[in-house]
């Protein structure tokens, strides 16, 4: 199947910083990706969709300034924690969608630990 | 909306034995149905999804899944379990509707053990 890299796989980092994650299609275009949140022993919870060349689609209760979604080109969406904080400690994976919308390829998450 | 309920947080086998993984949908549409497989700090792995025809769909690593439309069941079934299929399992509905969008909603997840 096809492959989808998000990086880093982990990261620490300390309260009121900003963190990026990134999330690339290897094998193929993917004008729509999605990024999900997975709290310790629950399900992936939907944060935004992220469409190449457009704004970002947030689910409702997802702070937009807060998540910053850019999907700047073809194979790459990245997603922003800006003035990350405890709260926002969990498993962050994103998924791109094939060509014709057949299927989404999941990255392999991010663990990101805010102290 | 759509929604999916998997029965059961834990399930727990011995080796050798069937794997049987509850996944009940509520859709307004008939929908498409997708089985992943996650891992311990890892992404989801697509199982088997059904989308159209045969109801009674195969996956990889010997699992599969049969679509009953009037019980709106989704069900993930495994002759033998192996110490392998030890993860976290999560069934997802999509609205085929949605044209131009893969939006899933997915299930709390089953947690399966398997035991020697």
């Known amino acids: 199947g096809a492959v989808v890299s998000q990086h880093p796989s982990r990261v620490i980092c300390k309260s009121g910083t900003s963190v990026k994650i990134e999330c690339r299609s290897l094998d193929f275009q993917a004008t729509t990706m999605f990024w999900y949140r997975q709290f310790p022993k629950q399900s992936l919870m939907l944060m935004a969709t992220?469409?190449?060349?457009?704004?970002?689609?947030?689910e409702q209760g997802v702070e937009k300034d807060k998540f910053l979604i850019n999907h700047a080109s073809l194979t790459l969406s990245t997603l922003t924690v800006t003035s990350a904080h405890p709260e926002d400690s969990s498993f962050y994976i994103c998924?791109?969608?094939?060509?014709?919308?057949?299927?989404?390829?999941f990255g392999q998450g991010t663990r990101l630990t805010v102290v | 909306a759509q929604s999916v309920t998997q029965l059961g947080s834990h399930v727990s086998v011995s080796e050798g034995a069937l794997v049987l993984l509850r996944c009940n949908y509520s859709s307004s549409v008939p929908p498409y149905l997708f089985w992943y497989v996650q891992y311990p700090n890892q992404g989801l792995q697509l199982l088997l999804k059904y989308t159209t025809g045969a109801t009674l769909v195969k996956g990889i690593n010997g699992f599969e899944a049969e679509f009953k439309k009037s019980e709106t069941s989704f069900h993930l079934t495994k002759p033998s379990a192996h110490m392998s299929d030890a993860a976290e399992y999560f069934c997802?509905?999509?609205?085929?509707?949605?044209?131009?969008?893969?939006?899933?909603?997915f299930g709390k997840g089953t947690k399966l053990t398997v035991n020697p």
């Open positions: 992220s469409n190449e060349g457009s704004k970002a689609t947030y």
């Open positions: 997802a509905v999509r609205d085929p509707t949605q044209g131009g969008s893969e939006k899933l909603v």
């Open positions: 998924s791109a969608l094939t060509p014709l919308n057949t299927e989404a390829f």
